[in-house]
């Protein structure tokens, strides 16, 4: 019943004045993921000419993964309203790039990214992501570097796109294929202690210390593969469901600084929402969504907005706010273009921090703009960067 609300609710919006008067510009966007982010599967950044017609490199290697997911999530969400092929297709080769960054490890690891040895942007890809380990697999389709120090983010933005994909997409093969995934990487995870460890047993980070991402990842286990992963949810769910504020209330502290924390708090927490009955653990997973949501609540974040729409329903004032905020989104530069607003804008706690949320247009530019605090005065970068817009299309 929930999930068929959540459907309802994304319909709903999706025939909303907003959409069909910019379907357009994320018809555009689409597009251009295709044919300038996804260049070996995964989402990357192009590095563009001085004129800004030619690919010069690539960059952003480092979170492909996580966008990759977010991209996917965006992808699965059109094709539910729309049922358009060129969604399907995209989905289809989301999924395929999520595959081969596990396969690639060859353990069940998710890497950050991977590119071919041979590809022209591989010398600059690896020498900015050298700090996360470089490794080299070959196999069917040749050498490939991979990017290993896998962090819980780039996870929680892959489970993000594949549980999004196994709802809102009715196709036999991707729910399997996004099921498939789920598992290998949960057995991967829970084998190893909800350790991610590389290949030479290092291990770069773990899940012990964030009860509510262990959480979000088996609910979307079980919801997937019930037979598998239902009994160690439901026991974990048992015993941890109280502690899930307890994360929450530490990131709301602090509402500016590893602003990024919110939306993995966010996509996390709408998995563990949206898939959960009543009961106790609810109980809790909506004291750490108020903890969280309170935090960021009137920050002009349009991702947010959707997610709170998604889980609680249609408010005619946020949902005034999201159409705002997308269409002030259309405004904003394309490419990483610096931006330096202080002394021009009242600053409180900090000379780079404005006192009050910045309108979308005056925001910093880069990769997504949801994860960046609306309070931040600098950023940005030499202008050649092109972001995908997955935040435009997205939300």
């Not at 705002?324 to 610096?338: C, G, H, I, S, Y």
Request: one cysteine or more.
């Amino acid at each position: 019943m929930r999930l068929r609300v959540l459907i309802l609710s994304i319909v709903s919006f999706a025939c909303s004045g907003l959409v069909r008067a910019s379907e357009a510009d994320a018809l555009a966007i689409s597009a251009n993921i295709q044919a300038r982010h996804v260049p070996y599967g995964t989402i990357l950044d192009p590095v563009l000419s001085s004129d800004g017609t030619q690919v010069a490199s690539y960059t952003r290697c480092g979170d492909s993964a996580l966008w990759t997911g977010h991209y996917l999530a965006a992808e699965s969400f059109r094709y539910r309203v729309t049922n358009a092929p060129d969604a399907l297709r995209n989905v289809r080769g989301a999924l395929a790039g999520l595959r081969f960054l596990v396969d690639v490890t060859g353990t069940g690891l998710l890497a950050r990214c991977a590119v071919p040895v041979e590809s022209p942007y591989a010398k600059d890809l690896t020498s900015e992501e050298s700090s996360h380990g470089i490794h080299v697999t070959t196999g069917d389709s040749g050498a490939w570097y991979w990017i290993g120090d896998t962090s819980r983010d780039q996870y929680s933005g892959v489970f993000f796109g594949l549980s999004v994909a196994f709802d809102m997409v009715d196709d036999a093969k991707v729910q399997a294929d996004a099921a498939g995934l789920v598992t290998q990487m949960l057995d991967f995870l829970t084998d190893s202690g909800w350790n991610v460890v590389m290949p030479r047993g290092e291990i770069s980070t773990t899940f012990l210390i964030r009860p509510d991402q262990q959480l979000a990842l088996l609910q979307i286990g079980q919801h997937v593969n019930r037979a598998r992963f239902g009994s160690s949810y439901s026991r974990l769910s048992a015993a941890l469901a109280i502690g899930t504020p307890v994360p929450a209330g530490i990131d709301a502290i602090d509402d500016h600084d590893s602003y990024f924390k919110f939306n993995l708090d966010h996509i996390n927490l709408y998995s563990l929402i949206r898939l959960q009955g009543s009961g106790i653990a609810r109980f809790w997973y909506d004291r750490a969504w108020d903890l969280v949501h309170d935090a960021v609540n009137g920050h002009g974040n349009a991702h947010f907005n959707m997610i709170d729409r998604a889980l609680h329903g249609a408010d005619a004032r946020r949902d005034a706010e999201t159409r705002q905020l997308l269409e002030a989104w259309l405004k904003r530069p394309r490419t990483d273009v610096p931006v330096d607003l202080r002394g021009t804008v009242p600053s409180c706690g900090s000379p780079d921090q404005a006192c009050t949320p910045l309108p979308v247009q005056r925001r910093m530019t880069t990769d997504f703009l949801w994860q960046r605090s609306p309070f931040q005065l600098t950023g940005g970068g030499s202008g050649t960067i092109e972001g995908a817009g997955i935040d435009y299309i997205l939300p």
